[in-house]
């Protein structure tokens, strides 16, 4: 076993004992031990791949812009804080996204791109019409649609890499954003709807199965 993987294991245990941690905290609803214990998780597993990983940027820097998003949800009730950290989290989304191009070869014809966009304005139109009496006004279903459509897309774009490129690590970036899909969908019910029992608990374990399979899912191909 060389040091690379030693390391890379070692963070790895203290991501899941700290992960243990905070879904502990949310399963006997301990709000406040929960959100100190909250942002340990990305932090370490991003430090510990930016060690391991140190000539793949895009994964470390998308799950350090997840433990900046983690940061600042603490303040979940604040607009505008909230708008940041959903900001953080879509950044993370788009560098996970330009790994999944870049790993796989993707290149999208003209009308690839034209699907990408048709796709968003339809997404867009239906999120209006389901959820603007929920969540606000215009800029904040915008805003919704677009970090929603992003996880669906990078889904999407996971499974087509999976079939074109036969790289079998990519059933883990797949699992992991159905794993994205579910956590923030269960956190929108929570503050746009309403709040629901061992509600952090569900929406924390499924976010960091997410990072943990998505970043994980990217690198370990390049193990040495």
């Known amino acids: ?52 990983f140190p000539n ?16 600042l949800l603490i303040w979940e009730r604040n607009k505008v804080v909230f708008i ?19 790993i796989s070869n993707l290149n999208l014809l003209w009308y690839g791109y034209l699907g990408l966009v048709l796709g968003f304005v339809i997404f867009f139109i239906l999120l209006f019409i389901i959820l603007r009496k929920k969540i606000g006004g215009t800029i904040m279903v915008l805003l919704a649609s677009a970090y929603f459509y992003i996880l669906i ?15 079998y690590y990519l059933i883990s970036v797949s699992i992991g954003y159905l794993m994205f899909i579910v956590s923030d969908t269960l956190l929108s019910y929570k503050l746009f709807i309403k709040e629901y029992k061992m509600d952090d608990f569900y929406i924390m374990s499924a976010y960091l199965l997410a990072q943990l399979f998505i970043s994980v899912g990217l690198l370990l191909p390049f193990l040495s």
């Not at 294991?9 to 100190?36: C, H, M, P, Q, T």
């Not at 940041?84 to 996204?97: E, N, P």
Request: charge should be neutral.
């Open 153 to 167: 897309l990078n889904f999407v774009l996971s499974v087509i890499a999976l079939i074109t490129t036969k790289n």
């Open 84 to 102: 940041v950290g959903g900001v953080c989290f879509f950044i993370g989304h788009l560098l996970y996204l330009l790994e999944i191009i870049f």
């Open 1 to 52: 076993m060389n040091a690379q993987t030693i390391v890379l294991l070692i963070g790895l245990g203290l991501f899941f004992i700290l992960s243990a941690i905070e879904v502990f905290y949310g399963f006997i609803e301990d709000e406040k031990n929960r959100k100190i214990w909250k942002v340990f998780p990305a932090f370490v597993l991003s430090i510990f791949l930016m060690i391991t």
């Open 56 to 71: 793949y940027p895009l994964v470390y820097f998308a799950v350090l812009l997840g433990f900046f998003g983690d940061l």
